[in-house]
């Protein structure tokens, strides 16, 4: 009896290894294979797949190759610098073409004519569950799908609607002007002008302002979260710009022990603020107006007329979910815009005193206001083309989960997208021969004006997936570009390095060190 059962054990453990074994080769190489292989029937180009590297090792030589040299201070022709695979390869095999991420083939899409299905399809098109980032931080709207996206979006929508937001106009206008008021102080210690490394005072205001306008009267600890959020970054980009070993996370290293600790402080902190400010919803006080109270609030009405159906409303942690996603959407890309938008207008100074000029005319010495803002034309210009030329998301990756017909062509599940922003803001057949030009007043007449192609201009995304948070971005940074203007002139400091390159956002790689100058 003894031999019969561990002849039986021996057994099932033999068919469970031998099984393992299978899906270990079928996933490190016949289903690469066999999406290669469909991939090239359907005209794409790509190098061979290599066993689990794949391009990696590619993409890495290629990458450092690019940042290990600043640009030319006064080009914006960035896309080799920024994504110098995508240059590389689209050298290589023109714009159809694949890279092997590890296991995962990734197709590029630049032509025009496919963007719009990639930003309407959201139901076969999915954000890659592998984002490391969000993984880490916080799994939030971006990444979840069907029903449950559906209704995040329906629920966070009202917070960030233009009544809304003509309400947090003030609080601002506010951390503008603490941040204006350190400048001032430096300027005036060295004679009405002197240099400044703008970038991480931008980046602290755009963090200032989500904590005001996401917490209110919870003001101090909204700056804490982010400061507890921006250190979670930090550590996320030392893991990725190291090798990647499965399960790493888990293990309790220094570092793992670290995030672990920031992710339940912050968790703690939002709690309390979230039962604090829900208790106030309930009891029908509108004293807050700020974008938990706000979506709070929506909460609280979905759950009245619903039964407090789980499916239809937030729970606790779900919130805490949104509210990280406040300061990773919110902050990253509104700093990304306002530095390089200061980064252009100091190359050219004429843009400058139009901007100026339009401002002065708007609020003269005055505090911007929700009305005002609606006037400011040339800005409005101006922060249009600092989105098309250094677009704070410089690419953006969908799936596919299901076989896909996109054109001519039919995509296999289980295909990365990449869907090369910048390069598409950068192309020549679509925004004609100036299209590395800084040139607000192509936008004169508007967006599709502006443009050869309808819909190539996405800073945003687009189609049902659209940053919820577009019009809150373009607030504040008319806010903040006015303010700057009002008291300062600003130009490139002789130290300053042209190294833009992408983390979360496109960012200063070096710093931005202009030579400000008080009015």
């Known amino acids: 009896m003894e031999v019969t059962v561990s002849s039986i054990v021996g057994s099932i453990a033999l068919v469970s290894l031998l099984t393992c074994a299978w899906m270990v080769v079928k996933w490190v190489w016949f289903r690469p294979k066999q999406i290669e292989k469909r991939l090239r029937e359907q005209g794409f180009k790509g190098n061979p797949y290599k066993l689990l590297y794949g391009d990696m090792k590619e993409i890495i030589s290629v990458m450092k190759e690019a940042r290990s040299k600043p640009m030319d201070a006064s080009s914006d022709d960035i896309v080799p610098y920024v994504i110098p695979s995508y240059h590389h390869c689209l050298n290589l095999h023109g714009k159809g073409y694949f890279q092997w991420m590890g296991t995962t083939p990734r197709v590029t899409i630049a032509n025009p004519k496919h963007i719009k299905e990639i930003l309407f399809n959201h139901e076969v098109f999915q954000k890659p569950k592998h984002n490391l980032v969000l993984r880490y931080l916080v799994r939030g709207l971006g990444t979840y799908e069907g029903e449950k996206w559906a209704k995040h979006r329906n629920l966070i929508n009202p917070a960030f609607h233009l009544e809304k937001l003509k309400h947090m106009v003030p609080a601002m206008c506010s951390s503008c002007s603490e941040m204006i008021s ?43 979260i982010f400061q507890l959020q921006k250190e979670q970054t930090n550590l996320i980009i030392q893991l990725l710009r190291s090798f990647y070993i499965p399960g790493w996370r888990f293990l309790p290293t220094k570092t793992n022990k670290r995030m672990k600790a920031i992710y339940n402080e912050v968790g703690t902190l939002l709690k309390n603020i979230i039962i604090n400010k829900r208790e106030q919803a309930m009891k029908g006080d509108d004293g807050n107006d700020d974008l938990l109270g706000i979506l709070l609030k929506t909460n609280l009405k979905a759950s009245q007329e619903q039964g407090n159906e789980e499916n239809i409303t937030l729970t606790i942690e779900e919130v805490i979910d949104e509210c990280k996603l406040f300061y990773i959407a919110g902050q990253e890309t509104t700093s990304s815009l306002l530095v390089w938008t200061m980064v252009l207008l100091s190359k050219h100074q004429k843009w400058q005193a139009q901007a100026r000029e339009e401002v002065l005319a708007v609020f003269g010495d005055n505090k911007p206001d929700s009305d005002g803002l609606n006037k400011l034309k040339t800005i409005t ?27 001519e062509v039919v995509l296999p599940p289980g295909v990365d997208l990449f869907v090369p922003m910048i390069a598409i803001h950068h192309d020549c057949e679509i925004w004609g021969k100036d299209a590395t030009k800084f040139k607000p007043e192509r936008f004169s007449e508007g967006i599709t004006k502006a443009t050869k192609g309808p819909g190539t201009f996405f800073p945003f995304g687009g189609g049902p997936r659209i940053c919820i948070g577009q019009n809150f971005a373009m607030v504040e940074a008319k806010i903040a570009l006015a303010m700057i203007l009002q008291h300062f002139s600003f130009q490139l400091s002789p130290s300053y390095v042209h190294a833009p390159f992408q983390i979360l956002t496109l960012q200063p790689q070096h710093g931005a060190h202009l030579i400000l100058q008080k009015i």
Do not use: H, Q
């Open 182 to 224: 350190k400048w001032e102080v430096l300027v005036s210690s060295t004679k009405r002008s002197c240099e400044v490394d703008v970038w991480p005072y931008l980046d602290n205001l755009t963090g200032d302002v989500i904590s005001r306008t996401a917490f209110g009267s919870n003001y101090e600890e909204g700056k804490r």
């Open 381 to 407: 210009m101006i922060l249009y083309e600092a989105l098309r030329l250094y677009s704070p998301l410089a690419f953006m990756i969908r799936t596919i989960r299901n076989k896909t017909r996109l054109g």
